[in-house]
């Protein structure tokens, strides 16, 4: 049983920051990319952030220079460092992952379950 597990979302002013972090835990052979998408009311799932296992990094063009992503191998852990909040970035993130487990060998996207980021004007 592979899960992610995210935390770190809340409430936060215009121009704050906050930031994200999503562990992945459970019979975990490797880890493929990781990264973080978002969903906002009444639209669709969308690429926010991308980390490969080597540290390479792809940015939405609306995140770019303000969101960082970064990835610790021995934790199997993702992180989102967000900055200049604007409230267009309002929405739940998910942590996503490419796993291959012991129990499920074929490489396997696995999701967490969401966590609530709203920006206030």
């Known amino acids: 049983q592979v899960q992610l597990v995210e935390s770190g979302g809340g409430l936060v002013q215009v121009g704050g920051s906050l930031r994200l972090s999503c562990v992945a835990s459970?019979?975990?052979?490797?880890?493929?990319?990781m990264g973080w998408y978002r969903q906002a009311p009444g639209k669709q799932r969308e690429l926010v952030a991308t980390i490969t296992s080597a540290g390479s990094t792809g940015y939405a063009d609306s995140v770019q220079g303000r969101f960082t992503i970064s990835r610790d191998n021995a934790k199997n852990m993702i992180t989102l460092q967000m900055n200049s909040l604007e409230p267009e970035d309002t929405a739940v993130y998910y942590c996503?992952?490419?796993?291959?487990?012991?129990?499920?060998?074929?490489?396997?996207?696995?999701w967490g379950q969401g966590t609530q980021i709203t920006v206030s004007s």
């Open positions: 996503n992952a490419d796993i291959r487990s012991f129990a499920a060998w074929p490489l396997t996207a696995y």
């Open positions: 459970g019979s975990i052979f490797s880890i493929d990319a």
